[in-house]
Every structure is written in C-alpha cells, then in structure tokens.
C-alpha cells in the first residue's frame, strides 16, 4: 500500500458549526458572545493596511505548514480589521458566528442600495476583503440565497426592468442607466469596488454584458 504524502501537513479548512440536521447554525459561539457581551474583550486599536494583513497571514500559513497558494486558506487567516471582532481571524468568525456574517451582508448590500457605502479606509478594505472570503463558501452563499428567497420580490418583465435600487437613481431601471450612460452615471457604476451578487454587483454585471 502506498503511503499518502501530504505537501501542506498545516493546511486548515474552515469547521462550521451546524445543527442537528446538517444546516449552519447562525447564533454565536460561547467564546463570540462572550467577546459581544463584554467591550473590556473587544480590540479597539487602530485598523491596519491591507498589505500588512496579508503579509502576517502569509507567515502565519508558512510557518504552520500550509498552502499559501489557496486563497481561502490564506484569507482565512487574514485578521479581521473592524467591528466586536476586530483582531480575530476571517475563519475564526467563519466558526463562530454565521448569523452575524449574514447581518454584514445585508447591511452592505443595504448601504449600497440607499447609496450610503463608502468604500474608503482600512476598516472598510477589511469588511470587503471579509465579505469576498465568506462568500467563497458554498454554504454561506446556500444560506444567504435561502434566506433571500423567503423574501417577496415583485417580478419584472426582463433583466433590463430590474430597478437600480440605490443612490439617486434608485427608481430607475437598468435600461435606464444603460440608454443614459453618455451622462457618465453607468461609468461611475462600474468604477465601485462593491460586493458580489449586491444590487450594485448585479447592475454592473448588466452593464458589462
């Protein structure tokens, strides 16, 4: 028999929490509702640069063993950089609390669509770089798209009838946006860094097509 050789023998998966029958549990671990119970807990210092995230993480991955070439496994070890979490590991609160990543989520997606999200600082490069991680897993996709689903939309005739949803044009379809881009709007869209499958992820797909 043939001996297995591992070449990443510290390579680490995310271990979700999940109920009895198989789902993701969405409340928080003891050890998160100690840390959102008690401020004293809570990092307070001032957010870091991207650049020196990354860097740590990669030691961090080198030295325990693992595969820098797999970005969930290198983000997984980036640290988180803002909120009652700041100072723990993107996988750590991939494992500790699911129901506040989905809050996250949808408080985004609800900035982007009132047009209040700006994306600028360090805190801010930390949530995107979170979001993006997070959604590289099937399950959180899985369980942001079942949650979604038992929402009520009103249905619309075409893709292009879709409503903007956001900013000052936020009654305008995107038909609209496209057929208007000479104003300059539609190349604004485009140029926002913003999270995937948002209302303004979606309309830049559109415009892109």
Known sequence: MKKTISF???RMKVSFRKGPSGHLRQDPSDEAMRIKNNPALQDRSPARKHDLVKVDALTVVVRRGGDVSDQQELMGEYVLQFGKYKGKSF???LENNVGYI???????????RDGR????GHSKDSLLSFLEYARSFQEIEDLHKYLLSRQPAAPVASEADN????????KDTWRQIWESRADGYAAFVLGVKCIQNSKMYNLQQYLLK
Do not use: C, H, M, S
């Open 8 to 10: 990443f023998p510290g």
């Open 91 to 93: 996988r750590w609160l």
């Open 102 to 112: 989905i809050y996250l989520i949808k408080k985004v997606d609800e900035e982007e």
């Open 117 to 120: 999200f700006n994306p600028q």
């Open 163 to 170: 409503l903007v949803g956001f900013g000052a044009r936020t």
